[in-house]
């Protein structure tokens, strides 16, 4: 049986208001179809692959209430249905002890969250698109941006719509994005997650990409690149915690990490700036590079039980989210395109 059902555009009318009521309306993974006024092309955006990251779905709503005809076909797929449903609602990246979904599109393909990876890579296949985009949040206080594999005019243009920054990825976690090369696309992280102007974002961008004739680039808006973003990990079993000082008997951890350093997505951090404290004798962070190397200790150091920025960087994706810390990542670290490494 199918994980993913397909159904065509309901009437505006027989659509709820509410995000989670719409939801429990489709029971499960959906990619609607909407005709478009050229049948000839099609377009795709996906959503909530990770289930506390609504702005999207609530992008989809919106346009679909709003009884808009798409330029082209639209298929909006809609994906972890359960995962978002799961009490208290929007609080779960994926559901407890299964995989995250959005690491799952290169395989293996043989549990539930592969098997639903691989029927959404083939409707996407089957549908030929001209281009995508998926629609995420973050759990830190970021600006609207892309993420795409390569830069290219195209996967510009499409980021164009919902931000000025575009990160140039060569990481492979087993994301969506990672194995459309041959489709113009990109992840567009338009905020964050319950943050009302996030969803203004996706829903002003959805209805530009889903409407416009053309997606040819927006010229008023300059793309920011930034490129080979590093992964900066919690060390398997490091207790972190997030605060303002740093960890005593009655708060213990291996790494506390400041509340307000999700402030400094997108800015540069010079060296010699502290990011919190680290208990004596431990190395909690791991910095990955493209190529699996831990850089930790040519970015970072440890003064007097503070952690410290020994090189300029530029942090973006900080979480202050322990839960997320640990199951993802803390933050990634990026470069602008024509800086040195």
Known sequence: MSLLRSLERPPPSALPEDASAFLAQLGGPTCIRVPGRDRSRTRVATTLLHGNEPSGLRAFLGWLRGGAEPAVDAHLIVASVQAALEPPGFSHRMLPGRRDLNRCFHGPFDDTEGALAQEILRAIREAEPEALIDIHNNTGHNPSYGVGVEVTPEALALVSRFGSAFVWSHLRLGALMEVLRDIPSATVEVGRSGDPEADAVALRGLTRFLGDETLDADPAVPMRVLVTPMRVCVREGARLLVSDLPPDAAHPADLVIRADLDR??????????????????????????????DRADFYFEVRGGALIVRRSIIPIMITTDPAVAASDCLFYVVRERDAAT
């Open 264 to 293: 400094h997505n997108f800015e540069r951090i010079e060296p010699g700036t502290r990011l919190g404290w680290v208990r004596e004798g431990t190395r909690p962070l791991v910095l990955l590079d493209e190529d699996g190397r």
